[in-house]
Nanobody
Framework: QVQLVESGGGLVQAGGSLRLSCAAS????????MGWFRQAPGKEREFVAA????????YYADSVKGRFTISGDNAKNTVYLQMNSLKPEDTAVYYC?????????????????WGQGTQVTVSA
């Protein structure tokens, strides 16, 4: 069983930065792809970013490209999401997820394990 625990969320002003962390247990992260998703009130969960450990290939939603960076630390079994130039529309609960696949994808159905989520609120 894989357990994912997110941390690092909070309240920040527009233009600010936050770094989210996702610590995994029960499975070595390097075996599969990892992703970050978010869900705002009244909206569906949407893809943010993903990383394929093999070769460290990354994949981003257009809405965050150039502002967010996903990375991982195999030794710590942790994946990160560095979020810069935050906007009010980035406000959401952010979820870490572990994929069933090796490749990084944007489909929620490709991800088998999910964390509990961490709230990110960006004020105008």
């Amino acid at each position: 069983q894989v357990q994912l625990v997110e941390s690092g969320g909070g309240l920040v002003q527009a233009g600010g930065s936050l770094r989210l962390s996702c610590a995994a247990s029960g499975r070595t992260l390097s075996s599969y792809a990892m992703g970050w998703f978010r869900q705002a009130p009244g909206k569906e969960r949407e893809f943010v970013a993903a990383i394929r450990w093999s070769g460290s290939a990354t994949y981003y939603a257009d809405s965050v490209k150039g502002r967010f960076t996903i990375s991982g630390d195999n030794a710590k079994n942790t994946v990160y999401l560095q979020m810069n130039s935050l906007k009010p529309e980035d406000t959401a609960v952010y979820y870490c997820a572990a994929s069933r696949l090796i490749i990084a994808t944007a489909r929620t159905s490709d991800y088998a394990y999910w964390g509990q989520g961490t709230q990110v609120t960006v004020s105008a």
